[in-house]
């Protein structure tokens, strides 16, 4: 292990806060399921508000930021260009940002609003209940969601890269709050935890939807025994590929996830309904920008409904968590490119993308249900793992479909713990681009533990709801990043044309 490390106190307080979680998770499920729901509850229902305008504001920063002179500044050298191609770098950020939460809720989600609606006078199941089902799932996985990672991403890239500092969150901040060891270090930590938390949660929500794949294609048994050994794959699957390096492993399965997501993608727009296909994407792209203001402040003081806490807050929350982890990979994978370039391709291509899924998925499932008669959003409703081979099981070679499905599922989540092993070794190494690969060892071997330990336990709902407490204090270290970045960005000199 390097000196760096081993001398680093964020690495050995992070451990041991994520070890005793681990113990309180395992040892008295329900109440720390109960605490978890307790402080969950508290943060999004006292600060939603604060959710909605934060992420509002990111995206505001971002948009005009771009569009500035300061968009021509290079996320490196003078003269740098970019060190990946367009293709594979898209492919990255997909990958870390949340293709394995696409694949999973690109049907789930739209099917959920289908059957029970976001506003209480809107029947469920109609044609109006499916084409705001779509708006709102475009509106979830787009530029808001996408914003939260930007913002992380480009100010470590701006301090890697530009000013030759550590990529760290608490470097970030400085400009704003100073030089203090004791801050830094405990922002760093709950950086850590964060992580750690957010990919742990999504390893075991992913081995248990391919655990729900391989049940409806094969016959295996829905068991923690399953669930253990599809465990045990992806974690020296991801070993082996953390321990080939950034270029080779993550890069070569990045490629290989967003290959078998377009070919997934073509396959279902041409053998699904694909004229409904079109006219619901172009729908619900109009739909997302005539709301996009609305649907950003929707809060529902005056009813007391829950659903926007539910799902909208819910998302913002989630994202704020995991921005530590993707920011800090989107921001590894884009030297050299120009902040344009960068809000451009952090907050346009992947969320295209992922409206694009969701129309092609969930338009042929919502298609289904209403012209074929199906009960996909029953199916759903009572089992939300099942909603993407539900929809399989009414196109051409279901079969096929779900074992690719169940691969891409698979790369997306070795991928995730891959690019979380690199980020974690950098975040606990003093913020090196070469952790040492024992660190890596170590964090990917801590998070697998994590994730099989809860799914054996059953408390993944409670450590996934103790991850999103702490979306709150890192909102907060959020706005301060912009405050930070604005700061540094005025004392820069902006390139000249042709530089």
């Not at 081993?6 to 992070?14: A, E």
């Not at 709150?472 to 902006?494: G, N, R, S, W």
């Amino acid at each position: 292990m390097e000196k760096h490390t081993y001398k680093n106190p964020v690495f050995f307080i992070s451990a041991i806060i994520v070890g005793l979680l681990v113990l309180a998770g395992a040892l008295f499920t329900e109440t720390f399921k109960a605490i978890a729901n307790q402080l969950f509850s508290f943060t999004t229902i006292n600060f939603g508000w604060f959710y909605l305008l934060a992420v509002f504001i990111f995206v505001m920063f971002l948009a005009i930021l771009s569009l500035t002179r300061y968009g021509k500044i290079r996320l490196g050298p003078k003269g740098s260009r970019p060190e990946y191609p367009f293709f594979t770098w898209i492919g990255m950020l997909f990958s870390a940002g949340f293709g394995a939460g696409l694949v999973f809720w690109g049907v789930a989600e739209p099917m959920s609003h289908f059957f029970e609606t976001p506003f209480t006078g809107l029947e469920a199941q109609t044609e109006e209940a499916a084409r705001i089902s779509m708006g709102y799932s475009f509106f979830h996985w787009a530029v808001s969601q996408w914003s939260v990672f930007a913002v992380v991403g480009l100010i470590i890239a701006f301090l890697q890269f530009k000013k030759e500092k550590k990529g760290l969150i608490s470097t970030a901040i400085e400009p704003v709050v100073g030089s203090n060891r004791i801050l830094g270090g405990t922002v760093d930590t709950l950086a850590v935890i964060a992580t750690v938390m957010g990919v742990a949660t999504s390893l075991g929500l992913g081995i248990s939807q391919m655990n729900g794949g391989l049940k409806s294609v094969f016959g295996v048994p829905n068991a923690i025994t399953i669930q253990m050994i599809i465990a045990a794959v992806m974690l020296v699957t991801y070993l082996i590929s953390s321990s080939t390096g950034l270029n080779r492993g993550i890069k070569w399965l990045s490629n290989l996830n967003l290959g078998l997501c377009l070919l997934l993608l073509v396959f279902v727009f041409i053998a699904g309904p694909t004229v409904f296909i079109l006219d619901t994407f172009v729908l619900g792209l109009g739909d997302y920008i005539t709301n996009f203001v609305s649907y950003s402040f929707r809060l529902t003081p005056y009813s007391g409904e829950s659903w926007v806490t539910e799902w909208t807050i819910f998302y913002w929350a989630w994202s704020t968590a995991w921005s530590p982890f993707v920011g800090a990979f989107v921001a590894r994978v884009s030297r050299g490119r120009t902040i344009r370039e960068f809000v451009f391709g952090v907050l346009v291509v992947p969320p295209v993308i992922a409206c694009l899924w969701i129309a092609a998925f969930g338009g042929t499932a919502i298609y289904s249900d209403l012209f074929n008669g199906t009960q996909i959003a029953e199916a759903v409703n009572a089992d939300m793992t099942v909603a993407l081979f539900e929809t399989f099981a009414n196109l051409p070679m279901p079969n096929v479909l779900s074992i690719l499905a169940i691969l891409l599922i698979f790369t997306f989540l070795v991928t995730s713990a891959d690019s979380a092993t690199y980020i974690l070794g950098s975040m606990t190494s003093k913020g090196s681009l070469n952790p040492a690969l024992t660190v890596k060892i170590i964090w990917g071997v801590l998070i697998t533990a994590i994730a099989v330990v809860l799914l054996f336990a059953g408390g993944l709902n409670a450590l996934q709801t103790a991850s999103l407490t702490s979306a709150l204090p890192f909102t907060i270290i959020l706005l301060l990043i912009v405050v930070a970045f604005i700061k540094m960005i005025k004392k820069e000199q902006v390139p000249k044309k042709g530089e």
